[in-house]
């Protein structure tokens, strides 16, 4: 059984940053190991997205439209990955889910097994 857990969401004016966060819990803290994690963004009226992957050597990847500003890094020992958002624009409003378990680094949602509820990001300009 694995639950994932999103925190740091909120409501930021442009230019802000914020520092999402979800902590995994699970029956065994090997459970992730050797696979990537992921974190995905629905904007409103969207498809979720993609949008930053880790995998269990800390390699990553980003999608075009975020890099630069947004870094994914996670740390084993807490079973917790995170998400820096930086200088956050209007359109990274939108819930923000983290997922687990893909077997590749990857920013397609159809590779993962696991996913959270989502924490709200709401960005004012």
């Known amino acids: 059984q694995v639950q994932l857990v999103e925190s740091g969401g909120g409501s930021v004016q442009a230019g802000g940053s914020l520092r999402l966060s979800c902590t995994s819990c699970?029956?065994?803290?090997?459970?992730?190991?050797?696979?990537?994690m992921g974190w995905f963004h629905r904007g409103p009226g969207k498809e979720r997205e993609g949008v930053a992957s880790?995998?269990?050597?800390?390699?990553?990847t980003y999608a075009a439209s975020v890099k630069g500003r947004f870094t994914v890094s996670k740390d084993n020992a807490r079973n917790t990955l995170y998400l820096q958002i930086n200088n956050l624009k209007p359109e990274d409003t939108g819930m923000y889910y983290c997922?687990?378990?893909?077997?590749?680094?990857?920013?397609?949602?159809?590779?993962?097994?696991?996913w959270g509820q989502g924490t709200q990001v709401t960005v004012s300009s």
């Open positions: 699970t029956a065994s803290r090997a459970t992730h190991s050797g696979t990537s």
């Open positions: 997922a687990a378990e893909a077997q590749v680094l990857s920013l397609d949602q159809r590779d993962y097994h696991y």
């Open positions: 880790i995998d269990d050597d800390h390699r990553t």
